[in-house]
């Protein structure tokens, strides 16, 4: 769905230890925050794609954001424009999910994409076997809201 001249990558969460201050006081910060923090750092920009745990962020994210927030004063999210897709195999779409991120990014300094809000319900139901998503009037949406992203980035560029 990436226009001309960009492209999207899937940067994994896996593997990323509970965020703990004391890595950074003692100078002894895990391997893959380092790896993680280098590869959010090389991106121009950020969709987080989330479901929804307990009405918010699973913690897997929430975990990820704080990693590369610190240390103080070296966050990697900086300035970076932001986008929220958030989705649900029930109807709500992970609204609450969707809305407490907004709020960490707001704090993190991140220009985040307001409109169209990226809401999607019955996510299993968007993909066929082999795992891509099928055609319909939400891949349609979807394509206006990268786009839309897009134009976003552009406009606020790092
Ligand atoms: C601990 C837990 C809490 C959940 N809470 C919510 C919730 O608040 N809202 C919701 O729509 N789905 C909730 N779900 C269902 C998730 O949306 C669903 O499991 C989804 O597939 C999670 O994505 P994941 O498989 O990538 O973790 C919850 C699932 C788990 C395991």
């Given at each position: 769905?990436?226009?001309?001249?960009?492209?999207?990558?899937?940067?994994?969460?896996?593997?990323?230890?509970?965020?703990?201050?004391?890595?950074?006081?003692?100078?002894e910060v895990?391997?893959?925050?380092?790896?993680?923090?280098?590869?959010?750092?090389?991106?121009?920009?950020?969709i987080?794609?989330?479901?929804?745990?307990?009405?918010?962020?699973?913690?897997?994210?929430?975990?990820?954001?704080?990693?590369?927030?610190?240390?103080?004063?070296k966050?990697?999210?900086?300035?970076?424009?932001?986008?929220?897709?958030?989705?649900?195999?029930?109807?709500?779409?992970?609204f609450?999910?969707?809305?407490?991120?907004h709020?960490?990014?707001?704090?993190?300094?991140?220009?985040?994409?307001?409109?169209?809000?990226?809401?999607?319900?019955?996510?299993?139901?968007?993909?066929?076997?082999?795992g891509?998503?099928?055609?319909?009037?939400?891949?349609?949406?979807?394509?206006?809201?990268?786009?839309?992203?897009?134009?976003?980035?552009?406009?606020?560029?790092?």
């Open positions: 769905m990436a226009p001309e001249g960009f492209e999207f990558k899937l940067i994994s969460l896996n593997n990323l230890p509970v965020y703990n201050q004391d890595f950074d006081d003692n100078h895990p391997e893959a925050y380092t790896v993680f923090s280098k590869e959010m750092s090389a991106v121009d920009g950020v987080f794609i989330t479901p929804e745990y307990n009405r918010s962020v699973p913690g897997v994210l929430k975990n990820a954001i704080d990693v590369g927030s610190r240390p103080y004063g966050s990697i999210w900086n300035a970076k424009p932001a986008a929220i897709f958030s989705n649900s195999p029930g109807n709500l779409s992970a609450g999910a969707n809305h407490h991120l709020q960490s990014l707001v704090f993190l300094n991140m220009p985040t994409m307001q409109q169209p809000e990226v809401y999607l319900p019955k996510v299993h139901e968007l993909f066929d076997e082999s891509a998503l099928k055609d319909g009037s939400t891949k349609e949406f979807l394509q206006k809201a990268v786009d839309a992203y897009i134009t976003w980035l552009k406009k606020n560029a790092l």
